[in-house]
């Protein structure tokens, strides 16, 4: 498993191309990692296998908490943008932690390298 990360830009007005890591929502009955899987497989065509979770944060949505939980993930496939992702791309930690958008995000890669 190499240091990179898949790194996606979100069509939408709310998401303004911002760059950021696959997420998403749990669905009922899910667990993190079965979400972590599918979220990533949504929006960037890759087969991953979550290894350990390396970090979560929480925080407000229209009002309403959201948790997000990150996985080191493994896979060996190509990444290709998917439904409502404009670009997705790897890039390298070191990459990651200029280009992402959010504080813990970039936060968080910097404490992976």
């Given at each position: ?7 996606r ?8 191309g ?5 997420k998403g929502?749990?669905e009922?009955?899910e ?18 296998d979550?290894r350990?979770?390396?970090?979560r944060t929480s ?23 998917q ?13 990651a ?6 504080g ?10």
């Amino acid at each position: 498993m190499d240091d990179r990360a898949a790194r996606r830009a979100r069509r939408g007005a709310a998401a303004h191309g911002a760059p950021a890591g696959p997420k998403g929502k749990l669905e009922a009955g899910e667990s993190w990692e079965d979400a972590a899987r599918r979220e990533v497989e949504e929006e960037t065509g890759l087969d991953c296998d979550p290894r350990a979770e390396v970090g979560r944060t929480s925080y407000e949505v229209r009002g309403e908490p959201k948790e997000v939980r990150y996985y080191r993930m493994a896979t060996d496939g190509e990444p290709r943008a998917q439904n409502e992702v404009d670009a997705v791309r790897w890039a390298s930690l070191d990459e990651a932690a200029e280009l992402l958008t959010y504080g813990y995000d970039r936060e968080l890669v910097k404490r992976l390298r």
